[in-house]
């Protein structure tokens, strides 16, 4: 079955960096994009932009353009989401998440598997 | 970007109660419109994709509808396990953007 299990929890300073892992099982890695998503505390749904596992190709949302870095590791089936600088409000819990493209004939993106999540509190 | 709103922001219900929840696009989407379901400390769960096409392993009670602008999720018969909040994305650009979500409360 497919699963994306995420790293730990995270408390980070103000001005510092985090690197979140997401482990991808259950399917062929490289067939698959892999996204980002994060919720800040009692907060909505905030996309963070997306990886290729084929190509290293990257999409970044522009709020973050600059401060955001994704990456993969096709040896280890694993995704990474490094964010730098980090802001009190950065603070959130960070998912990652399948892009699909394809399902039952219909071609219209959508994110079908979700890690668990991971919670990056960015605090003096 | 594009700007998805759904209304209403929370809602009461009860179970059984049959209940839509409404999306609506700042630009046309077309199909490109997506539902999901998250708990309290849970990850989100897709269980519309483009529109109106039910995910595996979800329950038929859920169904969308809708186009261009305008799009629905409706719950035809309320579970305890439902009360939860809803959220609508789209995917027609390629920045994605979420509704502010739906809470869905026990009356």
């Known amino acids: 079955q497919v699963q994306l299990v995420q790293s730990g929890a995270e408390v980070k300073k103000p001005g510092a960096s985090v690197k979140v892992s997401c482990k991808a099982s259950g399917y062929a890695f490289p067939s698959y994009d892999i996204t980002w998503v994060r919720q800040a505390p009692g907060q909505g749904l905030e996309w963070m932009g997306w990886?290729?596992?084929?190509?290293?190709?990257?999409n970044y949302a522009q709020k973050l353009q600059g401060r955001v870095t994704m990456t993969t590791d096709t040896s280890t089936s694993t995704a990474y989401m490094e964010l730098r600088s980090l802001r009190s409000d950065d603070t959130a819990v960070y998912y990652c998440?399948?892009?699909?493209?394809?399902?039952?004939?219909?071609?219209?993106?959508?994110?079908?598997?979700w890690g668990q999540g991971t919670l990056v509190t960015v605090s003096s | 970007d594009i700007q998805m709103t759904q209304s209403p922001s929370s809602l009461s219900a009860s179970v059984g109660d049959r209940v839509t929840i409404t999306c609506r696009a700042s630009q046309s989407i077309s199909r490109y419109l997506h539902w999901y379901q998250q708990t309290p400390g849970k990850a989100p769960k897709l269980l519309i994709y483009?529109?109106?096409s039910l995910q595996s392993g979800v329950p038929s009670r859920f169904s969308g509808s809708g186009s261009g602008t305008d799009f629905t999720l409706t719950i035809s018969s309320l579970q305890p396990e439902d009360f939860a909040t809803y959220y609508c994305q789209q995917s027609y650009s390629s920045a994605y953007t979420f509704g502010q979500g739906t809470k869905l409360e026990i009356k």
């Open positions: 483009a529109a109106s």
């Open positions: 998440a399948r892009k699909k493209d394809c399902s039952n004939g219909v071609c219209i993106i959508h994110f079908d598997y």
């Open positions: 990886i290729s596992a084929y190509n290293g190709n990257t």
